[in-house]
């Protein structure tokens, strides 16, 4: 029997999101109501710059709504980056059997040599959450770790097919 489990994760906003959001909306400002102005030919199509400017940075601060979905179908774990719930990236697939090593990011086993790999994906609502775990694996022959919330579902499915790695 198949097993099929999905979560979706929204990832919160931090300063850096709400800084950039002031910054392309101060940006837009100057750039309307200041350079464009000052060049003549342009100077006619003001409204039309003020909607396109308007609407440039409307897209880029929805942009910022992110979101990941984690799928695991057997010992398939597929995530996806979902952006404005309207584009899907993926993110990675992995098999969990190629797994080193599965546990919670705040427990002991979260070591030095783990946290000096530089290949990271932070797939998480946030770092500081305490549901966050990590699983080290190769992709592509490049050492890498992801950073995930599974819910007790997954945690238990992925823990069939590498007892001995998962630690809870």
Not at 31 to 49: E, T
Not at 59 to 74: A, H, K, V
Not at 114 to 141: L, Q, W
């Amino acid at each position: 029997m198949d097993v099929f489990i999905e979560k979706l994760v929204k990832k919160q906003k931090t300063s850096k999101d709400t800084l950039f959001s002031i910054g392309v909306v101060v940006a837009t400002l100057i750039i309307v109501f200041g350079v464009i102005p000052l060049i003549p030919i342009v100077r006619n199509f003001l409204i039309f710059f003020l909607l396109l400017f308007g609407y440039l940075a409307y897209y880029l601060i929805r942009s910022r709504n992110i979101e990941f979905e984690y799928s695991l179908t057997n010992s398939d774990l597929d995530v996806d980056k979902i952006i404005d719930q309207k584009r899907r990236k993926h993110v990675v697939s992995v098999d969990c059997r190629d797994f080193e090593i599965m546990a919670r990011v705040n427990s002991d086993r979260f070591t030095q040599d783990i946290k000096t790999i530089k290949n990271r994906i932070e797939a998480v609502s946030s770092m500081s959450s305490p549901d966050v775990y990590f699983a080290v694996f190769e992709d592509k022959g490049i050492k890498t770790v992801l950073f995930f919330e599974p819910n007790e579902k997954m945690i238990e499915t992925i823990g069939r097919y590498i007892p001995r790695k998962l630690f809870k």
